[in-house]
C-alpha cells in the first residue's frame, strides 16, 4: 500500500508549510467540533500549487473521521466527482483509511471503540482490554506500512516513556507488535487537551501558575530517568475531569544518556511555536532537558499573554524569530501580569540555555514561591544585561555593540531622546500575528484614503508605528497568503486621555505618555466572500471591489456578536431581515467584525450604475437608506432637510454619514432640489444618527490587498 502521492516541497519551504497546514486543519476541525459542517473546498482556496496538495489528504481525513462520528459519511464516487484532480489521492484512501481506522474495530486482544485523538505519528482510540477488563488508549500508526526507522522510533517511544511512573504522565501499560502493526497501549484519561480546555476556561494567574509547576515536576521526574520530552505543547498536556495534568506522547522522546537518536543531524524536529532555539538551530546532539523548560516557558506566556511570542509565515521567519528576537514582555500584552510571575517566565525561556532554570524541579520550586506569595529566586535582567547577553549571541556585531553598552553604562542616554512632535507611539496588533502594516490617513468626509501618504510599521505585527493625530485607513497584510484587511483606526489629539466612543474606529487604549494601542485586528480568511459579487471597477477612479449581495443581517449579527445584550432583539427579528446599527460608527465598527468595511460614497455610486450588470446585486438598496464611510458635508446637510420633509423618521439633530435612497425618494428630491438625477438611485443625502432609523449596510472588500494609487488631477 503506498502513500498519497504527495508533491514535492523544497527544503526551504517545509516549515512554512506545515505551519499552513496546521492552521488550516486546525480551522476546519474546529468548525465540525463547532457543529458546522464544513467543506473542504472552502479550506483548499486558502491555499494553492504544492500545499494545496499537501492538504488535501489531511482535510479528506479529518472530513471521514467527523463524518464517521455523526454518521453523515459519504461515498469515494462524490469525493471522486468532486475533487477529480485529486483522483489518485482519493483511490488510496478508499484502503488507507478504510482499511487501517474506519472498518477496524478489534486489533489483537483490544476492542477499538472511538477515536479520541490525533498526532503527527498516528491515531488514539480509545478501546476496551478484554483480557484485563479495563478501558485503555490504543496508538496505532497513521501509516501502517512503516518504514525500519519509522517502526524504530514507534518503539523507542514506548521504551522510554514505559520507564517513567510518575501521577503526571501517562503510563504506557504495553507496545507490542500485532499483525505486522506496532500497537502502543496506555491509560486512558478522561479529560480534554490543554488547548482545548483553556478555550472554555478563564485562567487566572495563580492557576496558570499551579498547571506549569505541576508539568514542571513531571517533567523532572522524566530528566531524572534521562528521558526528555522535546515536545511539549498544549496538545501534549492532558487535563483530567477533576483538574489533575499528565504529560502524554513522548513522541520525540529522547534517551538523554544515549548518543543516537532518530533526529538527523542538523534536521528541525519538534512543534515550531514551542520550539527551543537549540532545535530551531538543528542541534540534535546538544538537546537536553532545558529545552523542555524552555517548552514550558512559552506555554506559560502562553497563558499570561493569550498568544505564543514567535509566529511566521516561512521558514526563514520563524527560525530567525526563535534565534534572534527577544519576546514582548507578557505584561505588553497585558497589563495585570505579576511581576514575579513575568520574571519566571522570561527566565525559562531564555534563549541561552545556561541563563534559564537549571533543572525542572527548579522551575516547579519558583513557581510555587509565587504560589504562596514568597520571593522567587529568579531576577529581572537590567537592560544593560540584556544588552550584552545580544552582544554575546550575535559576536559579529560586537565592537558596535559593546560601543552602545559603554555609552548606556556611562548614562549617555540623551542621544537617544526624541522630540517631542505632537505624535504617538501607535502600537498594532493583529490575529493572526505577523502580519505587514500599511497606514494612509484617512479622508473625513469621503472616507478614502490619501494613498500619496503611506507610513509603513518595520517588520511584523506586533509593532509600532508614530503617527499624529488624525484619522486613519489602516490596511494589514498576511504575506505569503490571500488574506489581508482594511479597517478605519484614530489617533488623538496629544493631551487626550480617554476616547471618545467605543466602536474600533474611534477606540484607542493609552499605554504610556506618548503610546496607545490601537484594537486587535482581526484578519478574515477568503470565505469571507463566499456570499459577495466581484464589481469590476474603473480605470484610475474606482477600483475592483468584492460586494455583499445582500445587506448585513440579524443572522449576521449573531454570529460575530452571540452572547451581547443586543443579541436578544436580534433573536427576536427575522433572521434574514436586515440588522440596523444606531449609527454610522456602529455600521463600520460591526462591517469590520464581519471581515469587510463600508463602502465609500464614489464605490456606491459605481455599485448602483453597475446594478442592471449584475443580476445578484438587484436586491440593492430595497430595503431604503444604507450607510457608507462618508460623511455629510454641510450643503449636503442642508439639502437633507428636503429628505426630512418627505421623510419625517429620519428626523433629528445629528446629521452625520451619508446615504442613499430609494429610487421614488430619490427623484422627490430631485425634483424638490431642481436637480436632474442620472439614475433613479444617484441622488444622495444626509442621513442622521437616529434610534428608529432604519439604515441598513452591507460588506465591501477590494479585490487587492493594497489600495490603488490616486492619480494627480490633469
Known sequence: ?????????????????????????????????????????????????????????????????????????????????????????????????????????????????????????????????????????????????????????????????????????????????????????????????????????????????????????????????????????????????????????????????????????????????????????????????????????????????????????????????????????????????????????????????????????????????????????????????KLWRWVKRNRLLSAACTTICLLLLSGMTAMMVMHDDGKWQVNVHTDPPDARILVYPRDPISGEPDTSIKFEADGTTPNTLRLAPGEYYVVAILEGTPRFHHVFRKVPPRGTETPIGSTKNRFWQKTGPDTIDWPEIIIPTQRVLDEMVLIKGIENSVPDLFVSTKEFTNRDYLIIRPDTSSSKLARQSPPDEPYYPKGQDLAIHFAEEAGGRLMTDKEFEHIVHSIPSYPDLQNFLQKGAEWTASRATPEQIKSSDVALELNPEFRTSNFIGLSVFRGDISHQIGSKLNAKPTASFSVKAAVCYGRSSEIGFRLVRLAGSIPPKKQPPK
Open 1 to 385: 500500500m503506498t502513500n498519497p502521492p504527495y508533491n514535492p516541497v523544497d527544503d526551504d519551504d517545509l516549515m512554512a508549510v506545515a505551519i499552513t497546514i496546521d492552521r488550516i486543519c486546525d480551522s476546519f476541525e474546529s468548525s465540525w467540533k463547532q457543529g458546522r459542517a464544513p467543506l473542504i473546498e472552502s479550506f483548499l482556496n486558502e491555499t494553492a500549487g504544492k500545499t494545496q496538495s499537501i492538504v488535501f489528504p489531511e482535510l479528506i481525513r479529518l472530513d471521514i473521521h467527523y463524518r464517521s462520528l455523526n454518521g453523515t459519511l459519504i461515498s469515494l464516487d462524490e469525493y471522486q466527482s468532486r475533487f477529480p484532480q485529486y483522483s489518485e489521492i482519493l483511490q488510496d484512501f478508499s484502503s488507507q483509511l478504510a482499511d487501517s481506522h474506519q472498518q477496524i474495530r478489534r486489533i489483537g486482544r483490544y476492542r477499538l471503540e472511538k477515536i479520541v485523538g490525533r498526532g503527527a505519528f498516528g491515531v488514539v482510540w480509545k478501546a476496551w482490554d478484554e483480557e484485563l477488563q479495563r478501558i485503555v488508549a490504543v496508538k496505532i500508526p497513521r501509516n501502517q506500512s512503516l518504514s525500519e526507522q519509522e517502526r524504530n522510533r514507534f518503539f523507542r517511544e514506548a521504551r522510554s516513556a514505559a520507564r517513567l511512573s510518575h501521577p503526571g504522565i501517562v503510563s504506557i501499560y504495553d507496545f507490542e507488535e500485532i499483525d505486522g502493526s506496532p500497537v502502543l497501549v496506555t491509560e486512558y484519561i478522561q479529560g480534554s487537551t490543554l488547548r482545548d480546555w483553556t478555550r472554555h476556561h478563564e485562567v487566572d494567574f495563580i492557576e496558570a501558575a499551579t498547571i506549569c509547576r505541576d508539568l514542571a515536576s513531571a517533567l523532572h521526574a522524566a530528566h531524572q530517568e534521562s528521558v526528555i520530552h522535546r515536545d511539549l505543547k498544549p496538545n501534549n498536556v492532558l487535563i483530567t475531569e477533576d483538574g489533575q495534568v499528565r504529560i502524554t506522547d513522548f513522541g520525540l522522546a529522547k534517551r538523554s544518556d544515549v548518543e543516537s537518536t532518530i533526529a538527523v543531524a542538523g534536521a528541525i524536529m519538534g512543534t515550531f511555536s514551542y520550539m527551543s532555539p537549540e532545535q530551531a538551530d538543528g542541534k540534535a546532539s546538544s538537546v537536553d532537558g532545558r529545552c523542555d523548560i524552555y517548552a514550558l516557558g512559552i506555554i506559560l506566556y502562553e497563558f499570561l499573554a493569550n498568544r505564543v511570542p514567535f509566529k511566521g509565515s516561512t521558514s526563514q521567519q520563524m527560525i530567525s524569530q526563535i534565534l534572534h528576537t527577544e519576546p514582548v514582555p507578557p505584561h505588553k500584552w497585558n497589563a495585570s501580569v505579576p511581576r514575579d510571575l513575568e520574571t519566571i517566565c522570561l527566565k525559562a525561556m531564555s534563549k541561552v540555555v545556561s541563563d534559564r532554570y537549571n533543572t525542572a524541579s527548579e522551575l516547579a520550586a519558583d513557581l510555587q514561591r509565587f504560589i504562596e506569595d514568597k520571593p522567587i529566586t529568579a531576577r529581572r535582567l537590567a537592560p544593560q544585561e
